[in-house]
């Protein structure tokens, strides 16, 4: 993979142990996936490992070969525990990531270990583009990485930091034009995305998107560390016991609501980026939207005549009404009957707003 620095033998050794608790990762957990979103996530990172670019074409006869190869690495490695990670001659455990990070400060690089979804563990090193410090939360942006799993979401948060992968968030920004530019329909990523110079450049285009997007992102964090201050860590328990099911979608856009209602809308009515607030819309998933019909008639009453005020008079009781929902499932949650499930989806079925 080609690099913007020269990786010097210790960067070198880092990469290779953190690409081996990647793939620790992936045995365990690639299997969990669909046969068809296996093989999207496949050919993505076939994509990333090679360093194509987005519009070169596969070979598929080459991605097939490195297909089994990787699989038969994920067969050897799959009862393997997760490596320490060693940087000159210091260990570490691979979750301190303050005390990795403080040792990398000189090297360039950024590390970055956690827990995912369906309690997936996730690892990564990459380039560190800027780290800066807002209202006590630690903020770093990321550039080109060099080790990474097979899922590689474009932000993450602890209690005290937020992480941006602005590679995955890139790549997330293409597949967006790359679906809409097979139909070119006239919706809200169609609008967002005649923002942006595609036309002209589309590397040019895309990386414009990722420098706005980025903010987008970061406020949707600040607003997941919130509600995690608030309900502390019985969100987390209570979603280990509904994984899989639609009491769990229904649980997770709530929460994402939630989030965005405290902090992502705020901002992106106070920034008044049309594009971001239309690329904003465009992802909202088709579970948020039967949930929060009023920011939809809001967007498209500000689409029609430009008029902010209904999504400006929207956040805060949006804000009361799904903190109002959130503790509602939780209090259901924590009866532990056997139905509770099917009690939280009966719930947020009768909580639209």
């Known amino acids: 993979m080609a690099s913007h620095f020269q990786l010097t033998t210790l960067q070198q050794e880092l990469i290779t142990q953190v690409q081996h608790n990647c793939d620790i990762s992936d045995a365990n957990h690639a299997g969990n ?21 987005f519009s070169d074409n596969f070979d598929s006869e080459s991605m097939s070969s490195w297909l089994r190869d990787k699989e038969e690495i994920w067969d050897q490695v799959i009862d393997e525990p997760y490596k320490t990670i060693i940087n000159d001659s210091v260990e570490f455990d691979i979750f301190d990531n303050r005390g990795i990070n403080a040792h990398l400060h000189d090297q360039q690089l950024f590390y970055h270990a956690g827990i995912g979804r369906s309690t997936i563990q996730h690892f990564f090193v990459a380039e560190r583009v800027h780290s800066y410090t807002s209202q006590n939360t630690q903020i770093t942006v990321t550039g080109k990485e060099y080790a990474r799993d097979l899922t590689a ?64 992102l970061i406020q949707h964090e600040i607003g997941e560390m919130k509600i995690t201050s608030e309900f502390g860590e019985q969100w987390s ?46 992802n909202l998933t088709y579970m948020r939207k039967e949930l929060f019909p009023s920011a939809i008639s809001a967007f498209q009453k500000w689409s029609q005549t430009g008029d902010l005020t209904p999504l400006t008079s929207l956040s805060q009781p ?36």
């Open 33 to 53: 996936y669909t046969l068809c979103i296996y093989l999207l996530k496949m050919r993505e990172y076939y994509r990333w490992i090679h360093a194509l670019d």
């Open 153 to 216: 979401p474009p932000a993450m948060s602890t209690q005290t930091e937020i992480v941006v992968r602005q590679e995955s968030l890139k790549r997330m920004c293409w597949e967006r034009y790359q679906e809409w530019h097979w139909s070119k329909l006239d919706n809200p990523m169609g609008t967002a995305l005649a923002y942006y110079p595609f036309d002209d450049s589309i590397p040019d285009a895309l990386q414009l998107m990722v420098e706005a997007e980025q903010n987008t």
């Open 237 to 282: 328990a209570m979603m280990l016991g509904l994984l899989g099911s639609k009491a769990e979608l229904m649980a997770r856009a709530v929460r994402d609501n939630l989030a965005d209602s405290l902090s992502t809308l705020p901002f992106l009515i106070q920034q008044q980026n049309p594009a971001c607030l239309h690329f904003y819309f465009a």
């Open 318 to 353: 949006a804000t009361q009404h799904w903190r109002k929902t959130v503790i509602s499932i939780l209090e259901i949650s924590q009866q532990k009957k056997q139905d509770s499930a099917s009690k939280i989806v009966a719930l947020v079925d009768q909580s639209k707003y």
